[in-house]
């Protein structure tokens, strides 16, 4: 019988240490480290509404990103180059992004030593709300397509981001959505950083 007891203390510790792992809003204020296969992204709030995000790569070198949100790209910089996105509107204003929510911002790409060849459109659709499991974490997402649209209107990029407000951060990125190439890129761990 004293065994049984042990046994059932044991699954029921193992069970609470394994549900601590989960990162809620208040958690996520003192940063968290999301995970896949070769690529080691630790979350970091900063000042203005930016978070910062670290990549470690396992094939590649470091790269710091600088997410307005944590969903808009604003800077990148890494051995291989910078680059910057310079709206020309208050991305605050987008935010808190609600189901059904629709907006147009105006950009410049910049880089180091290259002349900006025009202006950028971002376009984010909120579609709607999800469900994404991270683990055994469930979180509540917004799905947010993005589109990139250069001068001309042509496409330059187009995905749905499965956003999370409370972590402010995307999980996964959906791409080809709708049609027989579908994929889902996404994190597989999350972590508070130690």
């Known amino acids: ?10 699954t029921i510790l193992a069970s609470a240490a394994h549900g601590a792992e989960c990162i809620d809003a208040k958690a996520a204020k003192a940063g968290f480290i999301l995970e896949k296969p070769g690529i080691r992204s630790e979350f970091r709030p900063a000042a203005g509404g930016i ?6 790569y396992q ?9 307005f949100g944590g969903l808009i790209e604003v800077l990148r910089d890494s051995k291989t ?5 310079i709206p020309f509107s208050d991305l605050r204003k987008l935010f808190p992004l609600k189901a059904g929510a629709k907006s147009k ?3 410049v790409r910049l880089a180091p030593n290259k002349q900006p060849k025009g ?6 659709n909120v579609k709607g709300k999800e469900t994404f499991s991270l683990g055994d974490c469930k979180y509540n997402v917004l799905a947010v397509k993005q589109t990139i649209k250069n001068e001309s209107g042509k496409t330059l990029d187009e995905f749905t981001a499965l956003y999370a407000p409370d972590l402010q951060a995307i999980l996964a990125r959906r791409y080809d959505e709708g049609t027989n190439a579908e994929s889902v890129v996404g994190y ?3 972590e508070p950083l130690q």
């Open 1 to 10: 019988m004293k065994t049984i007891s042990i046994g059932m203390t044991l």
């Open 51 to 56: 978070v910062s995000v670290a990549n470690t």
């Open 59 to 67: 094939s590649q070198s470091p790269q710091a990103q600088f997410l």
């Open 81 to 85: 180059g910078q680059l910057a996105m």
């Open 105 to 107: 911002t105006l950009f």
């Open 119 to 124: 202006t950028e459109t971002l376009e984010i």
């Open 188 to 190: 597989e761990v999350i």
